[in-house]
T-cell receptor
């Protein structure tokens, strides 16, 4: 059974700081990994998708990496802003023989202080 | 930009009643999903749907639950004989495979 852990559970940083969020998983037989942000009381907004054959993806100030051998993904946020405050979730998609199953991490709640 | 839409945004139902949650996925997506998030807890996978049938379901998705794509655009989740512990946010998503999943804003289900 896939276990997905995100550490830390909460993080508070001053505006402008670069930061790294971590996502660890136990089963490396993933199809892809996706990072989301969730604002309070809202749905999930897709940030980045990394296919299992890829090592990293970049979008603006965000960079996500994937190391299947060590069971880790990181989300790097450069020059953090107060608007980045949200809960960040990683999700792993398993895809085998036509079936799909998704496992979400526990989330990291980020607060960027002005 | 196309988006996933869910209705209603909030549903209040008496325990034991049936509810139907509705979703309109992004039109060219092939995979559809339902998730649940109990207040303060992690997002939990319920079911994936592909080619008009269930692709995979979690242990949460028991006989109380069913999904349907009745008309080629809507994707519904039916919960029969609701229980207090069914109270949660329910999210629909579409995409999957090589495409990122896109989520709707969710339906808040409150069971009284």
């Amino acid at each position: 059974k896939q276990e997905v852990t995100q550490i830390p559970a909460a993080l508070s940083v001053p505006e402008g700081e670069n930061l790294v969020l971590n996502c660890s998983f136990t089963d490396s037989a993933i199809y892809n990994l996706q990072w989301f942000r969730q604002d309070p009381g809202k749905g999930l907004t897709s940030l980045l998708l990394i296919q299992s054959s890829q090592r990293e993806q970049t979008s603006g100030r965000l960079n996500a990496s994937l190391d299947k051998s060590s069971g880790r993904s990181t989300l790097y946020i450069a020059a953090s802003q107060p608007g980045d405050s949200a809960t960040y979730l990683c999700a792993l998609l398993l895809y085998s023989g036509g079936y799909q199953k998704v496992t979400f991490g526990t989330g990291t709640k980020l607060q960027v202080i002005p | 930009e196309p988006e996933v839409t869910q209705t209603p945004s909030h549903q209040v139902t008496q325990m034991g009643q049936e509810v139907i949650l509705r979703c309109v996925p992004i039109s060219n997506h092939l995979y559809f999903y339902w998730y649940r998030q109990i207040l303060g807890q992690k997002v939990e996978f319920l079911v994936s749907f592909y080619n008009n049938e269930i692709s995979e379901k979690s242990e949460i998705f028991d006989d109380q639950f069913s999904v349907e794509r009745p008309d080629g655009s809507n994707f519904t989740l039916k919960i029969r004989s609701t229980k207090l512990e069914d109270s949660a946010m329910y999210f629909c998503a579409s995409g999957g495979g090589n495409q990122p999943q896109h989520f709707g804003d969710g339906t808040r289900l409150s069971i009284l």
